[in-house]
């Protein structure tokens, strides 16, 4: 579904939440809100997405699920932050960050890592979006290889920024090469573009 997250999800996840609801299943409903909400900011709609989202976090507290807990706050910090409240943004995705590391799953604490060093890049905190980029790299498993091609991605931003140029093409050839392998198209284009506009600035 995250690889293909504009393919029309939302009536399937509308009915996964009416069946979530129907049964009383909160951690269900939390993590079906989550996802319906990323999945309508992805679509553009995020006041509609806000709605699921801000629903998210109460649920999966009240049903004592830190993992659900901690992709609720990262999924609503990140639209949150595309609304302009950057502060409030941060603020849920440092909390996303911590309740992830009490869970002890890496993949919860590689997502919130990740999202904390996107919003770190797009406020310019460019050494914090780095050394956030790089402890989520650290517990990537080997399998998940669309992950370790996007953190590749982040770290080459945050280095071209940083005034390394050369340290930033070797992440996004890396990138482009992992993500070719796995036919994630969108990272590849993603990284051969950011590779494209560095050569032409060098």
């Known amino acids: 579904m995250l690889w293909r997250i504009r393919d029309g999800w939302v009536p399937l996840l509308r009915a996964g939440l009416a069946s979530a609801e129907h049964v009383g299943d909160l951690d269900a409903q939390s993590r079906v809100r989550a996802l319906l909400g990323w999945v309508l900011h992805e679509e553009g709609h995020d006041a509609e997405a806000l709605v699921h989202l801000a629903q998210a976090p109460e ?21 949150v932050d595309a609304t302009g409240d950057h502060a ?16 002890g799953h890496p993949p919860t604490q590689v997502l919130t890592l990740q999202h904390l060093a ?18 989520a790299a650290e517990l990537v498993s080997p399998d998940a290889v ?10 080459a931003e945050a280095l071209t920024a940083l005034g390394r140029p050369e340290e930033a093409a070797d992440q996004l050839k ?12 969108e990272g590849s284009a993603r990284a051969v ?10």
């Open 59 to 79: 649920l999966a507290a009240r049903a004592g699920d830190g993992i659900s807990e901690a992709i609720a706050h990262a999924n609503l910090g990140v639209v």
């Open 88 to 103: 409030r943004a941060e603020a849920l995705m440092t909390h996303a960050v911590s309740l992830a590391a009490r869970t």
């Open 118 to 135: 996107r919003h770190c890049l797009a406020t310019g905190e460019y050494e914090a979006a780095l050394a956030h980029a790089l402890s």
């Open 146 to 155: 669309v992950v370790r091609a996007q953190l590749q991605i982040v770290r």
């Open 174 to 185: 890396g990138a482009a090469a992992t993500a070719d392998a796995v036919g994630f198209t």
């Open 193 to 202: 573009e950011l590779l494209t506009r560095l050569s032409a600035d060098r």
